[in-house]
């Protein structure tokens, strides 16, 4: 008797490490996700599993209890190998899960998309190219932006051609955007009307408060501000399948936080029309 109890609590010592490794694996080394659509393609399609390394950038740590009571939480990332760089192909939780007015944090609604700008750049797009001041590295899917720039405004679908912030006075699009420039923290920007509209939703993320324009003058939370000092890294994530992808270009800018990893590699690829196994694409490295 005394044999058979040894056993079965070697068994559950075992099996209670192996979820304890399982969950450390989930937290600190990897996760996967699964593409449900065509925005990124040629370089990922519907159908693929990819992993996500964690180590690369830092994994994360915050309330995931409170994440799945869709609570708004404080998010820690632990040292990662580098920083996020551009091109990078990256998995994050969505920051406008309940409308693209306001960032919010939805733990089981994520993206992926390629980052276009970092913390710092000051990036526009001229006849569908995007471009960052400094840089002459080749950004996104070239041939896609090229497809774009030389579409005729009519012929896009409805509600693809305009882009952030939706301002007419402004009036950028996808062919014709920016300048605009990405905050990092501890930047300052003056704050009026175009600064209003190109960086509300990340103040009042921030602040956790109300951002308003009126009489020429910006209020936070009711008193005047003349300029806002920024306290987080942004960054402008866009889609490989240009015309068909929303991203930076309608939503606006990523939070660093938001980020979870950067994705690897493909570990599975299924047809989800036929339901083969697509070989060529097994262990296929992200680029």
């Not at 409170?66 to 990332?77: E, G, P, Y």
């Not at 309608?250 to 299924?270: C, D, F, N, Q, T």
Request: proline share 6%; hydrophobic share 40%.
């Amino acid at each position: 008797m005394k044999k058979c109890i040894d056993i079965f609590l070697n068994l559950v010592i075992g099996a209670a490490c192996l979820v304890i490794l399982w969950i450390f694996a989930q937290v600190f080394l990897f996760t996967s996700f699964r593409i449900p659509s065509d925005s990124m393609e040629p370089e990922l399609i519907e159908g693929d599993a990819i992993l996500i390394w964690k180590p690369v950038l830092g994994a994360r740590l915050f309330n995931l209890q409170a994440t799945m009571q869709l609570k708004q939480v404080d998010i820690h990332r632990v040292p990662g190998f580098r920083k996020v760089k551009r091109n990078d192909v990256l998995v994050f939780n969505f920051p406008h899960p309940n409308g693209w007015d306001k960032i919010e944090m939805h733990i089981m609604k994520y993206y992926i998309k390629r980052c276009i700008g970092l913390p710092g750049d000051t990036l526009s797009i001229r006849n569908g190219m995007f471009q960052v001041g400094g840089v002459n590295t080749p950004l996104g899917n070239i041939d896609s932006q090229r497809r774009v720039g030389q579409t005729l405004p009519g012929e896009f679908p409805d509600g693809v051609y305009k882009s952030f912030p939706f301002d007419s006075i402004i009036g950028w699009n996808i062919q014709n955007f920016g300048p605009l420039y990405i905050p990092k923290t501890g930047d300052e920007l003056p704050m009026n009307r175009t600064n209003y509209l190109l960086y509300r939703k990340l103040i009042e993320w921030e602040q956790k408060g109300s951002l308003k324009y009126r009489d020429s003058a910006v209020f936070l939370n009711g008193k005047t501000i003349e300029s806002y000092r920024f306290q987080k890294n942004y960054y402008f994530m866009a889609g490989d399948k240009g015309a068909n992808s929303q991203d930076s270009r309608y939503w606006g800018l990523l939070p660093e936080e938001y980020i979870v990893g950067k994705a690897a590699r493909i570990w599975k690829s299924v047809d989800p029309y036929t339901n083969k196994f697509r070989w060529d694409r097994f262990l296929k490295k992200i680029e």
